[in-house]
């Protein structure tokens, strides 16, 4: 499956100033893939080398940082020539070999021309000691596809026209019924490429497709539930699991209104403050299994400046899998009748498209008896943006928000066809969340 990743890929072989390329995600959102295919199709030979199975070459990293030596002896081990010039080198689960992370500081130093691409996941909450290679790698980060390439794997011609989208697209009512209801599949397949792929082989029978997808969901939070004991330790484990499986339950808890912030009572037995979850929290963010939006109550910017770091909302990184926590049927997903809760699966699946289109950090406002879901800095100016799940658009809180702060932008995100209804109005389908800030961006701003 096309991942919109691949572009950085290309842009990263072509760069003179290119270093090591360090891949890092959540594990099963494609990271091993995309590499594969990578080398597969750029390159004259691609060379794998998986730290967490398969062939034991940590031992070439012990002795020294002699890149020559550890490539010769990769290539005596594979037995396949490497050409430095031409060739790619893949270092998969770099983070279970933390001297060959060491390493990539004098892959960067002493062999420039080697085109080395490493995938790793929970870098960021790794006890090992090893000093990491600061400056000398290049990043990029691998989420669950988005629903642009969920899109372009199920129907290219619809994928086409995602492609082509601007401010001034418009969108047939019957390409919008179409995508709008895919959006909903979405929902339940969500943007593991594992899932979407087996809702791609089994569409023909709708049910039987979501059931299996449902079991590939399961077997994808049962292995992370394995990598907290792993990488956490037992105590810590069972702490992050219950913050882990918390995050759906107070999003449920939204009845017909925003998300509220997180609370932390209840969460963990005896544990009712933010220092005493804020361990297990960052390490969930770290690994990217929940997205942080700061709260602010003055969209001035710096947003940050305006934040406090224990208020905030948390939301799953993938609805798919939010929807299997909670044991959501299909049907009601796909007719969305379950109950006055259903706007908390749309600002999820919001900010999951922002996270995957480069937002960066989030941001909400809140008001003395108002709140808009996020706020979105483009072109150095704050943007409030108001998300509902439906076709309702009478929006309150954006009409306090606008009186009280006069923006020159704002958005709104419902189940309703694309629409510029003026200058300072722009109204977008939810299924075209990840494309604002292109468009806002391509888009005049008022006087």
Partial sequence: MERLLYQKLLQWKASNYR????????????????????????????????FEKGIDVDFLFKENFDVKRIIENISIILDKEINIEEDL??????????????????????????AL?????????????ESFPVGQVDFLNLF??????FIMAVNKKKAELLAEFSDETVIPEVIHRQLWRDLKIYYITGGMPE???????????????????????????????SDFAKHAGKENAAHINRVFDNVPVQLSRNIDASVQRYRFKGVIPNKSKFVQLEGPIDWLLKSGLIIKVFIVNTPVLPLKNYSKDNIFKLYLFDTGLLGCM????????LNQDYGRYKGYYAENFVAQE?????????????????????????????VPVEVKSGARTKAKSLLVYKNKYSPQLQVKITANNLQRENKQMHHYPLYLAGKIKHSARTASWPP
């Fill in 195 to 225: 899932a979407v792929k087996r809702y791609i082989d089994l569409r023909e029978n709708q049910f039987e497709a979501f059931k299996n997808v449902r079991v590939v969901q399961e077997a994808i939070l049962e292995g992370y539930r």
């Fill in 19 to 50: 270093k090591p390329l360090l891949l890092q995600g959540t594990r099963q959102v494609g990271k091993t893939y995309l590499l594969k295919e990578f080398g597969s199709r750029e390159f004259k030979q691609a060379h794998y080398i998986n």
């Fill in 117 to 129: 691409c490493c995938a790793g996941s929970h870098i960021g909450v790794s006890l090992s000691k």
């Fill in 326 to 333: 909670q044991g959501l049927p299909f049907d009601s997903i």
């Fill in 144 to 149: 669950p596809m988005n629903f642009e390439e």
């Fill in 89 to 114: 080198l893949i270092f998969d689960e770099i983070q279970e070999c933390p001297k060959a992370l060491t390493s990539l500081k004098y892959f960067n130093e002493d062999m420039k021309e080697l």
């Fill in 354 to 382: 922002f996270v995957a289109a480069g937002c960066g950090k989030l941001f909400s406002w809140v008001g003395k008896d108002s709140e808009i879901e996020f706020l979105r800095v483009i072109d150095n100016r704050v």
